[in-house]
């Protein structure tokens, strides 16, 4: 993972842009577009709703297969710890977002992210 460069990694949003256009979309079907829209847009382009992945895990998160906790801590679904184990190697128990990185707002982006998941899981 230490060798993977900038220009190779995505910026993957926490709190899912399709997401925030659902929501987007039924604030004006309520009136309520004045209050939301600032802060759905800024969401969209928040720093503390963007983590850098390669794109292969980009693609895992965007579906839940692998996540972060509260803590910042790297899970997945318990259906591929096997592949986890192989992608990742010994540092997949390590694998988390820094502290300084992951603020309150953070926090929040996660829980909103896992708040659907409903498989085995696997938190390290």
Same mark, same amino acid.
């Given at each position: 993972?230490?060798?993977?460069?900038?220009?190779?990694?995505?910026?993957?949003?926490?709190y899912d842009i399709e997401k925030i256009k659902v929501e987007l979309r039924e604030s004006f079907s309520q009136g309520r577009?004045?209050?939301?829209?600032?802060?759905?847009?800024?969401?969209?382009?928040?720093? #503390?709703?963007?983590?850098?992945?390669?794109? %292969?895990?980009?693609? =895992?998160? +965007?579906? /839940?297969?692998?996540?972060?906790? !509260?803590?910042?801590?790297?899970?997945?679904?318990?259906?591929?710890?096997?592949?986890?184990?192989?992608?990742?190697?010994?540092?997949?128990? #390590?694998?988390?977002?820094?502290?300084?990185? %992951?603020?309150?707002? =953070?926090? +929040?982006? /996660?829980?909103?992210?896992?708040? !659907?998941?409903?498989?085995?899981?696997?938190?390290?």
């Open positions: 993972l230490n060798n993977i460069r900038f220009k190779d990694l995505d910026a993957c949003h926490i577009q004045k209050e939301t829209f600032p802060r759905l847009l800024e969401l969209s382009k928040n720093h #503390n709703n963007c983590l850098f992945m390669n794109p %292969l895990c980009h693609r =895992m998160f +965007d579906r /839940l297969e692998i996540w972060f906790n !509260n803590d910042g801590k790297l899970c997945y679904r318990h259906e591929i710890e096997k592949w986890v184990k192989m992608f990742f190697g010994d540092d997949v128990n #390590n694998i988390r977002i820094k502290p300084e990185i %992951l603020t309150e707002e =953070m926090k +929040d982006n /996660l829980k909103k992210k896992i708040s !659907n998941i409903i498989d085995p899981i696997i938190q390290n």
